[in-house]
């Protein structure tokens, strides 16, 4: 199963929710031109999280992607640092409504059942100094893939074979990234 960041099928089908999220918010808006990122910290600007601003161009416009993550409400974070004076002057227009979304920082307890394996940001599996989630949505799809194929040559996909061939007792990336396990740091 890959459904994204939503949780509604996981809790639905009992998996429950990743073990921690962290809230994310962000807004692109009309700016002046700049060529540096920027990344700010503190418990004033975003509790256990940080701010960036990246300055790119749509066509012939300047604008600035800003964003938060943080613990607690991550819209009002981001609210409080675009209002700050040496941020505002930079602003060309109205942010408007930011973008807000959750971000896993660790899977989900159990990542599998009968039929049933969950993969990418789906199972919580994220990056979690960026939110990126594509190289551990093709690493877990690739693990799912490879004991699926195993399931399937063996006539089972009940939930204690994919339990016991998809877990922390395989050996190289199993180990690293198991279901049910989490992915290690590196």
Known sequence: ???????????????????????????EVDAAPSDTVELHFGRRVAPD????????????????????????????????????????ARLLGDPGPPTRRLLPLRPL?????????????????TKPTTGGGIFYSLLTASLAADTLLEGFGAGRLDEEFLEAT????????ARSCGWGTGCASS
Not at 5 to 27: D, K, M, N, S
Not at 109 to 125: E, H, I, N, Q, W
Not at 166 to 173: L, T
Request: glycine share 16%.
């Open 1 to 27: 199963m890959a459904c994204a960041v939503r949780y509604r099928f996981e809790r639905g089908l009992g998996l429950g929710l990743p073990g921690q999220v962290i809230h994310t918010a962000q807004v």
């Open 166 to 173: 998809s877990g922390a007792g395989r050996s190289g990336s």
């Open 109 to 125: 307890a159990k990542t599998y059942a009968d039929r049933l394996l969950v993969v990418g940001d789906a199972g919580g599996f």
């Open 49 to 88: 999280g940080f701010v960036w601003s990246v300055p790119l161009r749509r066509g012939e416009q300047s604008r600035l992607k800003v964003g938060v993550m943080a613990r607690g409400d991550a819209g009002a974070h981001l609210e409080r640092f675009l209002t700050r004076p040496d941020v505002s």
